[in-house]
């Protein structure tokens, strides 16, 4: 088999495993206890709260542990904009994930206003569409790193510093970012940012919230007050030193990895009768290639690429099963049937040329194959 759906998750880094296997047994101690056992889970805690500010290039104490990517959006979207004083506005784009769209609906009910900004065939934020839209009570933007289905990676320093020429604050959605691209919040310019642990070799169930100091915010979990008071309950010990382990690993070259991707991309685009690049040719995280293919069904041709071997997807796993097509391929201007012919591949730096070249040569096969069924 090979696997190429790591935007949906990845694998446990074996070094992540280890690290924290000793917070499932001897240092099992709940870190808001005032004894040894949990004052050794809350050093460990706050070891892990300190990596990952350090990978982020943020201060510990605007890290908060959530239990994941969708937590870590609503919280944003939801504890930022509840607690602002300029007004009740907020501007969303129109491919972000489900957790931050909602999060924006569930606000429009509350009596919020929320204007969703158009992308461009590539799925590209145009910056004087944001400018446009600022406004005197605009009370967050968020607008995300790095596009879960296309791989269309946007210009936040440059999205991000016309919202603070306004004193809007600006969330980024970096769970598809995290482990390809700088995550340093200080020059992205970026007030709140999310990630996910399951998408760099950390466990599921953990996540990321930034929140730069003196950013208002209201937490949405109230209770024992963990975690500065932004969220509480007991926290996962074990899988937040997980999480700083595994950002400590994440990163590396990426050339090799675009040398592969951009290979595999003219190859399918060569040999796939009619196929065509979902996303931006250059501004895209290095581990994905996604394509449409008009006139056949992309379930069917996901169903044969199995069949072969070879394991992706056809968007965000978040939609999988379902009937409508994808948002963020209707919201780039393709109609809904082509929409619906979607095949996503994403892929690791272990990936290699052969595995690539495996898939293309199946692909071909399965797209002919499903082809001489219609």
């Given at each position: 088999?090979?696997?190429?759906?790591?935007?949906?998750?990845?694998?446990?880094?074996?070094?992540?495993?280890?690290?924290?296997?000793?917070?499932?047994?001897?240092?099992?101690?709940?870190?808001?206890?005032?004894?040894?056992?949990?004052?050794?889970?809350?050093?460990?805690?706050?070891?892990?709260?300190?990596?990952?500010?350090?990978?982020?290039?943020?201060?510990?104490?605007?890290?908060?542990?959530?239990?994941?990517?969708?937590?870590?959006?609503?919280?944003?979207?939801?504890?930022?904009?509840?607690?602002?004083?300029?007004?009740?506005?907020?501007?969303?784009?129109?491919?972000?994930?489900?957790?931050?769209?909602?999060?924006?609906?569930?606000?429009?009910?509350?009596?919020?206003e929320v204007t969703i900004l158009d992308v461009d065939h590539d799925g590209m934020v145009q910056?004087?569409?944001?400018?446009?839209?600022?406004?005197?009570?605009?009370?967050?933007?968020?607008?995300?790193?790095?596009?879960?289905?296309?791989?269309?990676?946007?210009?936040?320093?440059?999205?991000?510093?016309?919202?603070?020429?306004?004193?809007?604050?600006?969330?980024?959605?970096?769970?598809?970012?995290?482990?390809?691209?700088?995550?340093?919040?200080?020059?992205?310019?970026?007030?709140?940012?999310?990630?996910?642990?399951?998408?760099?070799?950390?466990?599921?169930?953990?996540?990321?919230?930034?929140?730069?100091?003196?950013?208002?915010?209201?937490?949405?979990?109230?209770?024992?007050?963990?975690?500065?008071?932004?969220?509480?309950?007991?926290?996962?010990?074990?899988?937040?030193?997980?999480?700083?382990?595994?950002?400590?690993?994440?990163?590396?070259?990426?050339?090799?990895?675009?040398?592969?991707?951009?290979?595999?991309?003219?190859?399918?685009?060569?040999?796939?009768?009619?196929?065509?690049?979902?996303?931006?040719?250059?501004?895209?995280?290095?581990?994905?290639?996604?394509?449409?293919?008009?006139?056949?069904?992309?379930?069917?041709?996901?169903?044969?690429?199995?069949?072969?071997?070879i394991v992706c997807s056809s968007g965000s796993a978040c939609a999988a099963g379902s009937d409508?097509?994808?948002?963020?391929?209707?919201?780039?201007?393709?109609?809904?049937?082509?929409?619906?012919?979607?095949?996503?591949?994403?892929?690791?730096?272990?990936?290699?040329?052969?595995d690539l070249d495996t898939a293309a040569t199946e692909l071909t096969r399965a797209v002919a194959?499903?082809?001489?069924?219609?």
């Amino acid at each position: 088999m090979i696997y190429l759906d790591e935007a949906a998750t990845t694998p446990l880094k074996r070094e992540v495993l280890e690290a924290m296997w000793p917070y499932f047994g001897p240092d099992f101690g709940n870190p808001s206890s005032h004894h040894e056992v949990g004052e050794s889970a809350s050093r460990a805690l706050e070891q892990a709260r300190a990596d990952v500010a350090q990978a982020l290039g943020a201060r510990a104490s605007e890290i908060t542990f959530t239990s994941g990517g969708t937590e870590s959006d609503n919280a944003a979207i939801k504890g930022i904009a509840l607690a602002a004083p300029r007004g009740k506005h907020v501007i969303v784009s129109s491919i972000e994930h489900p957790a931050v769209l909602e999060s924006a609906e569930f606000l429009g009910r509350l009596g919020y206003e929320v204007t969703i900004l158009d992308v461009d065939h590539d799925g590209m934020v145009q910056p004087a569409a944001l400018a446009a839209a600022l406004r005197d009570d605009t009370t967050l933007v968020s607008v995300q790193y790095a596009n879960n289905e296309v791989g269309t990676v946007q210009q936040i320093e440059t999205l991000s510093r016309l919202a603070a020429d306004q004193g809007v604050p600006f969330h980024t959605d970096a769970v598809q970012a995290a482990g390809w691209l700088d995550l340093d919040v200080e020059r992205l310019g970026v007030q709140a940012m999310s990630i996910s642990g399951h998408k760099v070799g950390a466990p599921k169930g953990i996540g990321v919230l930034h929140v730069r100091r003196g950013t208002r915010f209201e937490p949405l979990i109230h209770g024992g007050g963990q975690e500065s008071g932004r969220r509480s309950g007991t926290e996962n010990v074990a899988a937040a030193v997980g999480m700083a382990t595994a950002l400590r690993l994440a990163g590396g070259d990426n050339d090799e990895t675009v040398a592969r991707r951009d290979a595999f991309i003219d190859r399918v685009l060569a040999d796939v009768p009619g196929a065509e690049l979902t996303g931006h040719r250059n501004h895209r995280l290095p581990g994905s290639a996604s394509f449409v293919f008009p006139g056949t069904n992309g379930e069917t041709i996901l169903l044969e690429l199995e069949a072969r071997g070879i394991v992706c997807s056809s968007g965000s796993a978040c939609a999988a099963g379902s009937d409508e097509p994808s948002h963020v391929l209707t919201a780039m201007g393709y109609d809904g049937p082509v929409a619906q012919t979607a095949v996503r591949f994403t892929f690791g730096r272990t990936t290699t040329a052969e595995d690539l070249d495996t898939a293309a040569t199946e692909l071909t096969r399965a797209v002919a194959a499903v082809s001489s069924l219609g």
